[in-house]
């Protein structure tokens, strides 16, 4: 490891790179702790504050998880099919984490325009709208928005202790069937990055999904940002055999 002090790039920013180097090595993304704040600064040849700083803001942006008394390691990145949108907290819950709701919003709102679209309803119509930040340790990993077509007959005083869907069937008797799933790439404003503590312009994973109930007929639309530094998602594909007509 070393630094070229004679470059016009600064010295902090030469170090935030190494670090974000050392953490793609296969021993640092099993686990294994990063060197210490000391031992790197000597290896560098710069201060103990020029390391500290580097490895801060990667800790900020999720790529670092620092322990007191313990050290810097690399963060562990959850993972998650599209296919389980059904329960995310169920399927977080199968990989040993358990999801936790920082904050929660739940009131009568005029619908956006992507969701006015989405759910098949005139521009700025009366709907349920939750809002949430989910994570875990501690950590938020992403902000999801949902609103509900007024069909569901919602009343505002569901509760949000069990899965979404679940909570939804039982209150309005309408069964999610199958969603429809839209993904892009963005970056934190200023609102979000304070929501999910990251820093601004942060790459973020944007999930649209409109479900939809047995008869194909919208029940609800949801946005969803995820923080890239601590969340995959992962697809699924598989190959449909086709039959060759006989001649």
């Known amino acids: 490891m070393a630094l070229d002090h004679r470059s016009p790039v600064p010295l902090r920013a030469q170090v935030e790179h190494l670090l974000r180097e050392l953490a793609r090595k296969p021993e640092y993304q099993n686990g294994k702790l990063l060197p210490d704040e000391v031992m790197l600064a000597a290896q560098l040849g710069?201060?103990?504050?020029?390391?500290?700083?580097?490895?801060?803001?990667?800790?900020?942006?999720?790529?670092?998880?620092?322990?007191?008394?313990?050290?810097?390691?690399?963060?562990?990145?959850?993972?998650?099919?599209v296919r389980a949108w059904r329960s995310f907290s169920r399927e977080m819950a199968a990989k040993g984490i358990t999801v936790e709701n920082y904050q929660l919003d739940y009131r009568l709102v005029e619908s956006s325009a992507e969701a006015a679209k989405a759910l098949q309803l005139e521009a700025r119509a009366k709907l349920w709208r939750l809002d949430r930040v989910r994570g875990w340790n501690n950590t938020p990993v992403l902000h999801s928005t949902s609103w509900f077509h007024p069909r569901l007959g919602l009343r505002g005083n569901e509760g949000f202790g069990s899965p979404l869907y679940e909570i939804v069937e039982k209150a309005s008797g309408v069964r999610p069937h199958h969603a429809r799933e839209e993904f892009l790439a963005t970056v934190a404003d200023e609102r979000m990055a304070k929501l999910l503590q990251v820093a601004r312009?942060?790459?973020?994973?944007?999930?649209?999904?409109?479900?939809?109930?047995?008869?194909?007929?919208?029940?609800?639309?949801?946005?969803?940002?995820?923080?890239?530094?601590?969340?995959?998602?992962?697809?699924?594909?598989?190959?449909?055999?086709?039959?060759?007509?006989?001649?």
């Open 46 to 81: 710069v201060s103990r504050g020029t390391v500290r700083s580097g490895i801060g803001k990667l800790v900020f942006e999720g790529l670092l998880e620092r322990k007191a008394g313990v050290g810097t390691r690399v963060a562990k990145r959850a993972e998650s099919g």
């Open 201 to 247: 312009q942060a790459p973020l994973l944007l999930r649209r999904h409109t479900v939809y109930d047995p008869g194909s007929r919208p029940i609800e639309y949801a946005e969803v940002r995820y923080v890239s530094a601590r969340f995959t998602l992962t697809l699924d594909m598989q190959r449909r055999d086709e039959r060759v007509p006989s001649a």
